[in-house]
């Protein structure tokens, strides 16, 4: 098991009582599916808030990022990266620019 | 004394205001839930330190927060609303079938006799009960099964469930009211709804006396007389004395019968509020001056309310929840606009003032009277 750190927007902090980041814990083979799973698991409110309920994908404004890249389109069962299984740096849980 | 507590919710968040019965000094306390769109907070009958509101946002979607110490603190509650079966399609604005897709709740009714018991009007319309304080929420699927469902379109706001009354006297009977599919009534608790909406004409329709496809704005209700309903539509003010069957336009002197609220005086069932709205195009007061509008008729003859309202320049709109009243007698009124402020009368409507000013837009307003 690995521990990778998850940074989520400001809406969702404060809906789940946390701060920027956050710890889970997964195998050693996580996809981008089990790091959301093991959060939905830890903090239980953010169902839904990230991907709906009974779904793989993320919301439509929501977006995630690590390692510079854009992994929003990527498949719910691609790996981690690997800056984000060493811990290095965080999977990043972004709300799209959009609304007013 | 009874004290006063007023439940606001606006597009960045809520606010809850306090005052004892003379309502003269306020206590304002918020935002709660900050930047999320607070379409609604309601208070249980029984309980009034229930508090049950609705925050979403288009990022993160619907969350259900709920409070057991009036507002103070708050706890995420159940936020699945999950359609029963194959949902299918319903018309979109051009004629064509649209999936039907749950998008956020509009409206939160507890019922009357126990605060653990809730109803949720969704967009898309449909109606949704919680019996363990919101933590799951169920379908009550008959009436999105209608046989007219197929045929509901949205209006301009989306295909929003906005109304939820209960009869306090006989829970099984409730109202609800969909833009702009109609009115519907159960009287067996939601098993089966009856379309009430004969008699309501709308030039807009291709035929203006369907059954279906009227846009109601909101309906009000006195809780000691169920078969008697107000309603305020897209166009006309209307009321039905036999639970919907018949509806009779009662606009009478209005100086425009385009508007979004009415509600019902707490001590006076035939005294109602409305506030006139220019045209469905002109989303603000005739000649720039916000007149709440009274009839102690049952509607037909109607008064303006001026006093403290601006009487100029003023272009903002009253959305559908965002007047309401409170049971003290004289009984208090609350108004919120869209441009953020909340305007109180402690007389019945004969004068107002501001009690809160440049909050963001005010989407709803309700007022609880705490013994």
Known sequence: ?????????????????????????????????????????????????????????????????????????????????????TGEEPLRVVGAIAGG | MSRVRVLVGTKKGAFILTSDGARRQWRIEGPHFGGWVVMHVQGAATNPDRLYAAPWTDWHGQVVQRSDDGGRTWEPVGNEFAYVGE????????GTPHPWDFKRVWHLQPSPSDADTVFAGVEDAALFRSTDGGRTWNEVEALRQHSTGRTWQPGAGGMCL?????????????????????????????????????????????????????????????????????MQKHWDVCRSDDAGANWTEVSGN??????????????????????????????????????????????????????????????????????????????????????GTLFASADEGDSWRPIAEHLPRILSVEAQTIP
Not at chain 1, 17 to 38: I, K
Not at chain 1, 45 to 52: A, Q, S, Y
Not at chain 1, 63 to 71: K, P
């Open chain 1, 1 to 85: 098991m690995i521990t990778v750190r998850v940074e989520l927007p400001a809406h969702l902090q404060r809906l789940a009582g946390v701060s920027r980041e956050v710890s889970v814990t997964v195998g050693d083979h996580a996809t981008l599916a089990d790091v959301l799973d093991a959060l939905e698991a830890e903090h239980p409110v953010l169902k839904g808030t990230v991907r709906e309920h009974g779904a793989e994908g993320r919301r439509a404004y929501v977006r995630l990022f690590a390692e510079g890249h854009d992994l929003s389109h990527d498949p719910p069962d691609t790996p981690l990266p690997g800056r984000v299984m």
């Open chain 2, 87 to 94: 949902p299918g399609t319903h018309q979109w604005y051009d």
């Open chain 2, 162 to 230: 906005h109304t939820i009354l209960i009869d306090p006297g006989d829970e099984d009977r409730m109202y609800v009211a969909i833009s702009a599919a109609g009115v519907f009534r159960t009287d067996d608790g939601g098993a089966s709804w009856a379309v009430a909406t004969g008699g309501l004409r709308s030039e807009f329709l291709p035929e203006p006396e369907a059954p279906v496809g009227h846009c109601i704005h909101k309906l009000a209700m006195h809780p000691s007389r169920s078969d008697t309903v107000f």
């Open chain 2, 254 to 339: 209005l100086p425009s019968d385009f508007g979004f609220p009415i509600v019902v005086h707490p001590q006076e069932p035939e005294t109602i509020y409305v506030v006139p709205i220019l045209s469905d195009s002109e989303h603000y007061p005739p000649e720039g001056k916000l007149q709440v509008y009274r009839s102690r008729t049952g509607g037909g003859e109607w008064e303006a309310l001026t006093r403290g309202l601006p009487q100029g320049d003023c272009f903002q709109n009253v959305l559908r929840d965002a007047l309401t009243v409170d049971a003290m007698d004289p009984c208090g009124l609350y108004m919120g606009t869209t441009g």
